[in-house]
């Protein structure tokens, strides 16, 4: 091995020059998101057929079991996991020094450290050591190898505790199946929300048992969605379900006719118009609707957000929207959840920033004491068209090449709202012009990395230059995935 030679006749100070602290952005492995801190180490590990994966504590060893079985399927190695240090070691110490997300990784030639305060900590290093191994880890069946990755000394942690996803089911419906391996692909980038956009206009996707003509053929049923909700707890993923109101709710009013002010139930609707349906915010029983939605929906789901959406209600007068949303308050407390929202929402914890034509929302927001998550529709939503030439998706808030959605920072992209008024970032994907898994893929990647990027690395450690370049070594696990992805002239990919 010449590198190893190379190491053997360095002398002390060559080997203190190699070993000064480097830019994790631009200098050593191609990591995204970028760590906090990295330092490149003398040396390097490689995985032999007979290594051992060990875990002390049984808090961690899910987490090991879930490594082993990635690392098995492409090296074809056996990689027992046993309860004592080992080749790879993965270690839950209690420790609160790095937060509920943060880790340490050091690579040396004697094996791999991970280790982190909680099992979550440790997920979020296992993503960090899958990006340092070769791309060719990420097949689905045994690879040659080796199995070498460089020596590194990384201690990393969250700028933002709400790093998300959003799915849109309700326009086009996408089974559990494609649902959890959009999950799977958002948490290798330590993605940790998933807001499911369950109903709209054009759909109804959960099945609620005291409204049972809500849901259609194209829906999860309750155990559906608690299968997803498990899965994704499993990758330390929290799902934040969307019921959205008073407007965006054709559906509903195509399934209950009482629901309507006339008592006449609309037609179903498969167009992409928005803004025409409302709730009927002066009938008692919308308040009774809502409640058993609200109760249902949240039994099922064990975080601490229901979402009512209240975005782009039009057709609700602004009093009655006000009137609604603080009945919906209640609603929400009552069931022991935190209200989430768009920007227009009138009460709740969190709203979600997303129109960049309306920052006076967002301001509005947090003058009365919300967190924002902000998704500024410019730059984080994945539907938009990379170019004029882009298959799918819409063009309204403009086109959003890699750049565009790499090139910003939630602290600075609404003037007035800084650091301390932000809960987190999210990566909205509307479907209307989507129905494939292949169509998802196209439009979240390369735009969903970069995204995940900015909600956990800090703002000082990013540069769009270091982030292309990194990017592009991320083809090819994206390629060993099955993924389909846009490749944007921007990216000097591998
Ligand atoms: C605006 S973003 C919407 C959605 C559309 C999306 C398309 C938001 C809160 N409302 O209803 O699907 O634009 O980009």
């Known amino acids: ?3 190893r030679r190379l190491a053997a006749l360095m002398t002390a100070s060559a080997l203190a020059t190699s070993c000064a602290p480097s830019s994790p952005d631009s200098d050593g492995p191609a990591l995204v998101p970028v760590p906090a801190s990295l330092r490149v180490t003398e040396g390097s590990f490689t ?16 987490v090991a079991e879930e490594l082993a079985r990635l690392l098995r399927r492409s090296t074809g190695y056996a990689l027992p996991v046993v309860r004592e240090p080992a080749e790879i070691t993965l270690e839950v110490s209690g420790d609160q020094e790095l937060g509920r997300e943060g880790y340490t990784l050091d690579v040396t030639p004697g094996g791999v450290r991970l280790a982190a305060g909680t099992a979550e900590g ?28 460089g020596g590194v000394s990384i201690e990393d942690r969250p700028r933002f505790s709400y790093r998300g996803v959003m799915l849109d089911v309700a326009r086009h419906f996408f089974t559990v199946e494609q649902v959890k391996r959009y999950i799977d692909l958002a948490a290798s980038y330590k993605v940790n929300v998933l807001h499911l956009h369950l109903t709209d206009d054009q759909g109804w996707r959960i099945e609620i048992r005291s409204w049972p003509e809500l849901a259609g053929d194209d829906s999860y049923t309750q155990d559906d969605y608690r299968e997803i909700v498990r899965y994704a707890a499993e990758r330390f993923v929290t799902v934040v ?9 054709n559906a509903a009013l195509a399934a209950y006719a009482e629901l309507n002010c006339d008592g006449v139930a609309r037609e179903p609707y498969e167009g992409t118009e928005v803004g025409f349906s409302s709730l009927c915010v002066d009938k008692e029983v919308t308040y009774r609707f809502l409640d058993d939605v609200v109760r249902e929906v949240a039994a099922l789901t064990p975080g601490p957000y229901l979402n009512l959406g209240g975005d782009e209600a039009h057709s609700t007068d602004p009093e009655d929207y006000e009137k609604f949303v603080a009945r919906a308050q209640q609603i929400v407390d009552t069931h022991g959840k935190r209200l989430m929202g768009w920007a227009e ?23 009365r004491g919300a967190k924002l998550v902000m998704s500024p529709a410019d730059h984080a ?3 938009m068209k990379y170019t004029d030439s882009t298959e799918y998706g819409l063009d309204w808030a403009g086109l959003v090449e890699v750049s565009d959605s790499y090139e910003w920072d939630p602290a600075t992209v609404v003037e007035g709202v800084g650091e301390q008024d932000i809960l ?27 995204i995940a990027e900015i909600g956990w690395s800090p703002a000082a450690a990013r540069s769009w230059e270091g982030y292309r370049a990194r990017l ?13 992805f846009y490749r944007s002239p921007e990216i000097p990919w591998k």
Request: hydrophobic content about 40%.
């Open 122 to 149: 440790v997920f979020r290093g296992v993503q960090t050591l899958r990006q340092l191994l070769p791309a060719a880890i990420e097949s689905p069946a045994p690879q040659p190898g080796p199995w070498t990755i």
């Open 241 to 249: 379900p969307e019921i959205d109101t008073p407007g965006h709710t």
């Open 424 to 450: 987190g970032v999210e990566a909205p994907l509307w479907t209307e012009t989507l129905a494939t898994s292949d169509a998802l893929e196209f439009m979240a990647y390369p735009r969903l990395p970069g």
């Open 345 to 367: 929402i009138t009460s709740g914890s969190v709203a979600q920033h997303w129109n960049p034509r309306e920052p006076d929302r967002a301001r509005a927001a947090v003058a």
């Open 1 to 3: 091995m010449p590198h």
């Open 47 to 62: 995985l032999a057929s007979d290594a051992r994966i060990g875990v002390r504590s049984a808090e961690g060893a899910p």
């Open 472 to 484: 592009a070594a991320h083809g090819p696990r994206w390629s060993a995935r099955s993924v389909t």
């Open 381 to 383: 939503y994945l539907d």
